[in-house]
T-cell receptor, first 118, second 110 residues
Framework: GAVVSQHPSRVICKSGTSVKIECRSL??????MFWYRQFPKQSLMLMAT?????????EQGVEKDKFLINHASLTLSTLTVTSAHPEDSSFYIC??????????????FGPGTRLTVL | KQEVTQIPAALSVPEGENLVLNCSFT??????LQWFRQDPGKGLTSLLL?????REQTSGRLNASLDKSSGRSTLYIAASQPGDSATYLC?????????FGTGTRLQVFP
């Protein structure tokens, strides 16, 4: 399977600061990446679709000004949580569908980033 | 709107038992269905992927079936082991979005 990395794996920050999370596709190019959020003991919820060279597409209820997404290259997407608050504490996971796969046949997931806002 | 539900929410069994985890979805217009495993505090490990045209997939002790018309999938785990303890998630692919189920927390005790 494809290799997807995330950095950092864990971050603790004070309320009001901004946190950047990186998602890298290590062995193939990806024009699209997906960002998910998982609250404790809940399932994954899609937050947004990151598109290389264009604006991200956000799911209903997700604030685009709070969760800034940049997909600057075919191997890197970043999610910045701006002015983080304790309610933003969650597990953030990215996924990548390889360009060679038709209709996003399969997605490969990063290891996730645990964000704790104090 | 696609909704994915998993039953049971939690399961605790002794080692060696054969298990069936259930996944149901409301919209049968899916491209595929995936089963994942998630260990506590960790990311996802893909277990099996079933295309919409397929009925089942097998990998080792795992067998997943798909009945698209009835909106159901099952994950069968044979001869369960303590190392199988984890949360199991199913997810369906609708257009370009992967919709996850609520998960089943499995504990296999020695």
């Amino acid at each position: 399977g494809a290799v997807v990395s995330q950095h950092p794996s864990r971050v603790i920050c004070k309320s009001g600061t901004s946190v950047k999370i990186e998602c890298r596709s290590l062995d193939f190019q990806a024009t699209t990446m997906f960002w998910y959020r998982q609250f404790p003991k809940q399932s994954l919820m899609l937050m947004a679709t990151s598109n290389e060279g264009s604006k991200a597409t956000y799911e209903q209820g997700v604030e685009k000004d709070k969760f800034l997404i940049n997909h600057a290259s075919l191997t890197l997407s970043t999610l910045t949580v701006t002015s983080a608050h304790p309610e933003d504490s969650s597990f953030y996971i990215c996924s990548v569908p390889p360009r060679s796969r038709v209709s996003y046949n399969e997605q490969f997931f990063g290891p996730g980033t645990r964000l704790t806002v104090l | 709107k696609q909704e994915v539900t998993q039953i049971p929410a939690a399961l605790s069994v002794p080692e060696g038992e054969n298990l069936v985890l259930n996944c149901s979805f409301t919209d049968s217009a899916i491209y595929n269905l995936q089963w994942f495993r998630q260990d506590p505090g960790k990311g996802l490990t893909s277990l099996l992927l079933i295309q919409s045209s397929q009925r089942e997939q097998t990998s080792g002790r795992l067998n997943a079936s798909l009945d698209k018309s009835s909106g159901r999938s099952t994950l069968y785990i044979a001869a369960s082991q303590p190392g199988d303890s984890a949360t199991y998630l199913c997810a369906v692919l609708n257009t370009d979005k992967l919709i996850f189920g609520t998960g089943t927390r499995l504990q296999v005790f020695p």
